[in-house]
């Protein structure tokens, strides 16, 4: 119980240090001012707002919906729309060894989270392995509408951010999968003699050719090769009505989260509580990394994101094949309904505060 | 007009457990199946509707059409598929005009 508390503790109060250590450089109340007025402003801004209606509609059980081909087809495209302006800015900075680094911790990121969720679950919480590993999974990966808006954040402000950022969200999608499967596997071993393979042939696939992340990467690709030119042809679609699409996309996200509230008996208050304080366990140990490899503000605020957010559609999906036994309401009520809504209304302001009290001037 | 006497085996399952259990008819040997997205209701495990984000919790249905042995081959092997998922068999008789065709 010690060890996995010790490692819970450590994390957060480095990140204490770095900040006490900065803010006595700063004016104090002006600074205080601004970074409520920014949370205000996040909490005001247009595709906050169509969330929290989407929530509410939801779950009074009001007949609004958006039919489920254009919620498609808008998911499509802030993927297309991210990844190729990932891509355009990435050709802009070339590819150098930070592309390098960066890309190293993304995976390492992914890789590690899970086995601290799991650490703590186990011990705060009465879950068996499996339900525990599948958790854990999400919790390593990313959730990619949480990471757009994001950037629409940062953008809104004017804050730059590096392109290999969304290539840092392609590759932290799929490790955490993997983690969580042998964590999963650690205990199933004691019992069961039989061998299979860590992942599945059909999990694989599922895991690398879901559309998704076919698009994204494939969005990226064409970005860094085109260039310029190809985002002078695709500005009109990628750039002016992004910030709209996003809000639309949000109201739907909302949607979905005010019918699954009525979930949350099958989750408890343990694993809420969770759901909540590991996003900042997972922000401080991202933007520490980010900031010790020298990232931007924005790209520290963007690699915290990262490591707090949850994923809800790639590890659910691969989750209900690889371990079946897990329950599929816990694991996406708690990083749909609980983990995403934080993320956006306090994380993102919240870690974009501690980026600029850290990062570079 | 003759008729020909089959086995109507339906099964509703949760759509990422699908392809499993479309492999398994297709090595039972019966000669085509009809798969219906988009199938919601309520049962065991809750409501099972929305398929938005994630296929976690949306559900298809799946018919086969075929010889008493091949549909009873199907319903027994399906069991062991659908441990851990939402899933409902069932059989009926029906009656098919082209014979050649299950």
């Known amino acids: 119980m010690f060890a996995s508390d010790a490692r819970s503790r450590l994390t957060p109060w480095f990140f204490v240090a ?46 609004l919906t958006i039919p489920e081909p254009i919620s498609k087809a808008l998911s499509l495209y802030l993927m297309l ?15 150098t060894s930070m592309v390098v680094l960066a890309l190293t911790v993304a995976i390492v990121l992914s890789l590690l989270m899970p086995v601290i969720a ?15 590993a599948a958790i854990a999974a999400h919790y390593g990966s990313v959730s990619i509408v949480t990471f757009v808006a994001a950037t629409s954040f940062l953008d809104y402000r004017q804050v730059h951010y590096e392109g290999l950022l969304v290539a840092m969200l392609a590759v932290m999608e799929t490790p955490a999968i993997i983690t969580g499967l042998l964590l999963a596997r650690r205990s199933a071993d004691a019992s069961s003699g039989e061998q299979e393979p860590i992942i599945s042939a059909q999990v694989l696939r599922q895991v690398f050719l879901c559309g998704s992340v076919v698009l994204l990467a494939g969005s990226f690709i064409i970005g860094w090769t085109t260039g310029d030119k190809g985002m002078q042809l695709m500005a009109p679609l990628v750039k002016e009505p992004f910030q709209a699409v996003l809000a639309i996309f949000l109201l739907d996200m909302g949607l979905m989260v005010g019918r699954r509230l009525s979930d949350f008996g099958r989750v408890g ?93 | 007009m003759q008729l020909h006497a089959k086995k109507r085996v339906e099964i509703i399952v949760e759509a990422s457990c699908a392809p499993t259990i479309l492999e398994m008819i297709e090595a039972t040997g019966a000669t085509g199946y009809t798969v219906l997205h ?17 296929d976690v919790f949306s559900n298809v249905q799946i018919i086969v059409i075929a010889a008493e042995a091949i549909a009873h081959e199907i319903v027994s092997r399906s069991q062991p598929l659908l441990q851990n998922y939402a899933g409902i068999v069932t059989m009926s008789n029906v009656d098919v005009v082209r014979d050649d065709h299950f």
């Open chain 1, 269 to 361: 208050i343990q694993l809420a509580l969770f759901g909540l304080y590991m996003p900042l366990i997972g922000a401080a140990v991202g933007m520490a990394a980010a900031w010790a490899i020298g990232l931007s503000v924005g790209g520290i605020t963007l690699v915290g994101v990262l490591a707090a957010s949850a994923s809800y559609i790639v590890v659910p999906a691969a989750m209900r094949l690889s371990l079946p036994q897990a329950n599929p309401a816990i694991y996406v009520t708690l990083s749909l309904a609980v983990t995403f809504p934080f993320n956006l209304v306090i994380g993102i302001p919240l870690y974009h505060a501690v980026a600029r009290l850290i990062g570079p001037a």
């Open chain 1, 118 to 132: 799991f650490s703590i679950l186990r011990v705060v919480t009465s879950l068996d392995t499996k339900n525990a």
């Open chain 1, 18 to 63: 770095i900040i006490a250590y900065r803010y006595s450089l700063h004016e104090r109340t002006a600074l205080m001012a601004e970074l409520l007025q920014i949370a205000a402003g996040n909490l005001l801004s247009p595709i906050v707002m169509f969330f929290v209606l989407g929530v509410a509609a939801g779950y009074v059980r009001s007949d």
């Open chain 2, 38 to 54: 988009e199938v919601s209701g309520k049962g065991h495990r809750g409501l099972r509707a929305e398929s938005n984000l994630t």
């Open chain 1, 81 to 95: 729309a991210i990844g190729f302006k990932g891509g355009v800015a990435l050709s802009a900075s070339g590819i």
